[in-house]
């Protein structure tokens, strides 16, 4: 699997799901071989950031504990991939749609991916550059969770697999905002 087949998932059911299909990697596969070395970059991002120039997204920022923090980010997450697995395969029970764990855990390692790459951008000291890329890189997690459900839950109804998207994104940005409500006082 490359790169370029992670954001062809984003646009086509076929596209790097055909792959996954053929030759299917299992989840105890895909988490230490993608989802371990990518979730370490917004860890890694984050302390850089917030030693570097923290000032200069929030002015206060720049004194805090970067490497606690990067080191609950990087727990979250771990935990949140192993999680969203879960939650995968319980809002596609709830719509009647079959989804096995490994299709499952193999979709939460993937739709995480632009998220991951997008925390590069932090580099760059401009809030706005670093929230307008993280926005897109939710929109490419959202629609290769979309293709996923399509590809490996086989649904194949647009409004269910569209319902599921909203879901388990739901649940993604619920995670999120509880790990800034216990990071942000740090």
Not at 28 to 50: Q, V
Not at 63 to 76: D, M, P, Q, T
Not at 85 to 107: E, K, M, Q
């Amino acid at each position: 699997m490359t790169p370029q087949n992670v954001f062809g998932m984003a646009v086509s059911d076929h596209a790097g799901w055909d792959d996954l299909a053929r030759i299917p990697p299992s989840a105890a596969w895909m988490l230490p071989l993608l989802a371990l070395p990518l979730s370490l970059l917004p860890p890694a991002m984050l302390y850089y950031a917030g030693s570097h120039h923290g000032d200069e997204f929030v002015a206060g920022f720049g004194g805090r504990n970067w490497g606690l923090i990067a080191l609950i980010f990087l727990l979250a997450e771990w935990l949140s991939v192993l999680g969203m697995g879960g939650v995968i395969r319980a809002i596609a029970a709830a719509h009647r749609v079959r989804c096995s764990y490994r299709d499952a855990y193999i979709l939460a390692t993937l739709a995480p991916v632009p998220l991951w790459l997008s925390s590069l951008i932090l580099f760059i000291p401009s809030p706005l550059l670093a929230v307008g890329v993280s926005l897109c890189a939710l929109g490419l997690a959202m629609t290769i969770t979309y293709h996923g459900v399509r590809a490996l839950c086989r649904e194949r109804e647009d409004v269910t697999a569209a319902s599921m998207v909203y879901g388990v994104t739901s649940v993604g940005l619920i995670a999120w905002a509880l790990l800034l409500v216990i990071v942000f006082p740090l």
